[in-house]
């Protein structure tokens, strides 16, 4: 026989016992002893208990047992219990949030495990109930505060530690963040256009995760007196409901006065366009501007500048071209300005001309009827042919320098518009001689060049 089994005594202690073989006579049958001592597992901590585990303990979940009856029915781990990560690790303030803890083994008690929510500067902890989930994953609500703060995370059971260490959780205030760029940098934060605040997205329904960005202005360039109209687009619609329940304005920044005018603005269906007037300004330069809705920033001020220019300065076409890249001259108006206030009838590369007349000479007596061939004509009763005879009158036309003064030597008959390259006139009667013919607007000149014209003193041609 070289192995015998025999039953320890029970004791609710930890002692020491000496063991000597007896025989069944009650005489010693060996002539040494062996000593073992007695140990309450229920002292070990989990990672004791796991290692003393050859002796009898076992880990049934939240304590170490003496032996598989003191389990009961609670499941028996073979490793310990601890949190890996969580998610999400930012919450909300104001707002009562999952939080998913990863880990385990956590057991499904029917006393359900606590989740611990501590700061450095609450003695008391927050205490949430958790919901088991599996093995490795239990949620929990996030605690309600209303401001931003850092905690420490862990799980209880009976208000004893669970596990034996802590993870990091956030709470951020949306609130704080006083833009739309800020806001969005946080994925539980959503920025309201209607109220320009940033407030979490459990709550915002109709918050926005990306900020409006002016995609483009039209016209790029206006003229410095303003009142033109301005489109902006953004770059996606808004979205919001019953946009006409708010009340919508453009700000521009005059980058020459550094300030700032508000001017009303009238959105589109689609929300993405929006229309407003330019404000005037005392000098060139440029305008930014932005989208305001009930006084709150809607987008930041736009990267793509409004380029005012003074046009006005221009007295004629050959000066408006050169003045300025951006002005051009009005053949409806017969003045320098930009193609946003002029419309269609806009002359950017060139300057209305008059090259040929058919026939050369008509009669002193009048009643001529003349064709005029050039570029650049409109149809307005404004326009009419300018007769003179001057040389410095006509040089006058050619360079379009008369500043709207006809001289006493000029008449003009009313001009039929045939086209943008072709007029009809009957002219009235002139003393006989050579003149030149030229366009007028208003009496203005209009035309940069003129042709030469002979009344004849009882001439045929007609």
């Known amino acids: 026989i070289t192995e015998i089994q025999c039953v320890a005594p029970s004791s609710n202690d930890e002692i020491e016992i000496s063991l000597t073989l007896v025989s069944s006579n009650n005489k010693t049958y060996t002539n040494n002893s062996l000593q073992f001592n007695y140990v309450d597992c229920?002292?070990?901590?989990?990672?004791?208990?796991?290692?003393?585990?050859?002796?009898?303990?076992?880990?049934?979940?939240?304590?170490?047992?003496?032996?598989?009856?003191?389990?009961?029915?609670?499941?028996?781990?073979?490793?310990?219990?601890?949190l890996d990560h969580l998610s999400p690790t930012v919450v909300a303030a104001n707002v009562t949030s999952n939080v998913y803890l990863y880990g385990g083994p956590f057991a499904n008690?029917?006393?359900?495990?606590?989740?611990s929510f501590e700061t450095?500067?609450?003695?008391?902890?927050?205490?949430?109930?958790?919901?088991?989930?599996?093995?490795?994953?239990?949620?929990?609500?996030?605690?309600?505060?209303?401001?931003?703060?850092?905690?420490?995370?862990?799980?209880?059971?009976?208000?004893?530690?669970?596990?034996?260490?802590?993870?990091?959780?956030?709470?951020?205030?949306?609130?704080?963040?006083?833009?739309?760029?800020?806001?969005?940098?946080?994925?539980?934060?959503?920025?309201?256009?209607?109220?320009g605040t940033c407030l979490p997205l459990a709550i915002n329904k109709e918050a926005f995760r990306i900020c409006p960005i002016i995609s483009s202005v039209y016209p790029p360039f206006a003229a410095i007196y303003g009142n033109e109209t301005i489109e902006i687009s953004l770059d996606h619609p808004l979205n919001i409901s019953s946009p006409e329940n708010n009340v919508w304005n453009c700000e521009f920044e005059d980058s020459s006065a550094n300030q700032t005018v508000l001017t009303k603005a009238s959105y589109q269906e689609s929300n993405s366009t929006f229309s407003c007037l330019l404000p005037p300004s005392n000098s060139s330069g440029s305008f930014v501007v932005r989208l305001l809705v009930n006084n709150f920033q809607v987008t930041n001020f736009s990267e793509i500048?409004?380029?005012?220019?003074?046009?006005?300065?221009?007295?004629?076409?050959?000066h408006c071209k050169s003045n300025s890249m951006h002005c051009g001259w009005c053949l409806s108006e017969n003045r320098c300005s930009t193609k946003s206030l002029c419309g269609d009838f806009f002359?950017?590369?060139?300057?209305?001309?008059?090259?040929?007349?058919?026939?050369?000479?008509?009669?002193?007596?009048?009643?001529?009827?003349?064709?005029?061939?050039?570029?650049?004509?409109?149809?307005?009763?404004?326009?009419?042919?300018?007769?003179?005879?001057?040389?410095k009158s006509s040089r006058n036309i050619l360079q379009n320098t008369n500043n709207g003064t006809a001289n006493n030597e000029t008449k003009f008959a009313s001009a039929t518009f045939v086209s943008s390259s072709m007029l009809t006139a009957v002219l009235p009667a002139f003393s006989p001689g050579l003149v030149f013919l030229g366009l007028y607007f208003d009496n203005n000149p209009y035309t940069v060049t003129s042709v030469r014209f002979e009344f004849q003193q009882n001439s045929n041609s007609n």
Not at 52 to 77: H, K, M, Q, V, W
Not at 309 to 315: F, L
Not at 356 to 384: C, H, M, Q, R
């Open 305 to 318: 500048p409004i380029i005012l220019v003074d046009c006005a300065i221009s007295a004629t076409c050959g």
């Open 347 to 391: 002359a950017l590369s060139d300057c209305p001309e008059v090259n040929l007349v058919t026939p050369l000479a008509g009669d002193s007596s009048g009643g001529t009827v003349i064709t005029l061939e050039g570029k650049y004509f409109v149809n307005s009763s404004s326009l009419s042919v300018g007769i003179t005879r001057s040389i």
């Open 109 to 115: 008690f029917s006393f359900p495990l606590t989740c």
């Open 42 to 82: 229920n002292d070990y901590s989990c990672s004791e208990c796991l290692t003393n585990t050859p002796i009898g303990c076992l880990y049934c979940g939240i304590s170490c047992a003496n032996g598989r009856i003191e389990c009961d029915e609670s499941p028996i781990f073979d490793t310990c219990p601890k």
């Open 120 to 195: 450095s500067d609450n003695p008391i902890p927050w205490l949430s109930q958790s919901v088991y989930l599996s093995n490795s994953s239990l949620v929990c609500d996030s605690p309600n505060i209303p401001h931003s703060g850092d905690f420490n995370v862990t799980v209880l059971f009976s208000n004893q530690p669970y596990v034996p260490n802590y993870l990091h959780l956030s709470v951020k205030a949306c609130k704080d963040l006083v833009n739309c760029d800020s806001c969005i940098s946080l994925d539980i934060c959503g920025w309201n256009m209607v109220t």
